[in-house]
């Protein structure tokens, strides 16, 4: 879909709402994201804006990069951990570019838990099409006390 300055902040697709505590920090720069539940699991998303684009008009990887990384807040909610989960290592591989006005899906997968680690993969879809694979280990840390598992009704936290 050709963007304009008119339909750049397009609304979020079917049954996605904004996620919580987006507009903090560097998520304030880098979304606005969104969340939906599907079966159970989280689907995170946002719209590519000018802002994530590259020199070539496409969505700079970097952008992607740091979207993929928002698997944390999905493989939290997976786990049931009402816990902050630093990332240990993120590794990401661009299959396909992604052009202006792209609804971008991160469909995340738990693979593994131990004691103090989280290990999931997840891939990075538009127009049921995988432009990314993610691969990623989180650290269990510390009680975010403010988790609530029944908070995906108005949106993941990802805090």
Known sequence: MPMTRENE???????????IGDEI??????????VKLVDGFPILAFRV?????????VCHGG??????????VAVRFIAGLAVHIPTITLSIDF??????????????RLLRRTGTM???EGNLIVDGIVVARVDAIFKI??????????????GLSAL
């Open 141 to 154: 840390g510390k009680a975010v006390p403010e988790f609530d598992r029944n908070f995906p009704a108005g």
């Open 95 to 108: 299959i396909a570019p992604v052009q202006l006005g792209a609804w971008v899906e991160l469909h995340s």
């Open 63 to 72: 952008a992607l990069a740091a979207f993929a990384d928002y698997q944390a």
């Open 49 to 57: 804006a000018r802002r994530h684009l590259n020199p070539m008009g």
């Open 118 to 120: 989280l290990f999931s």
């Open 25 to 34: 920090g560097f998520s304030g720069l880098s979304g606005p994201h969104y």
């Open 9 to 19: 902040e397009l609304p979020p697709t079917d049954g996605f709402k904004p996620l």
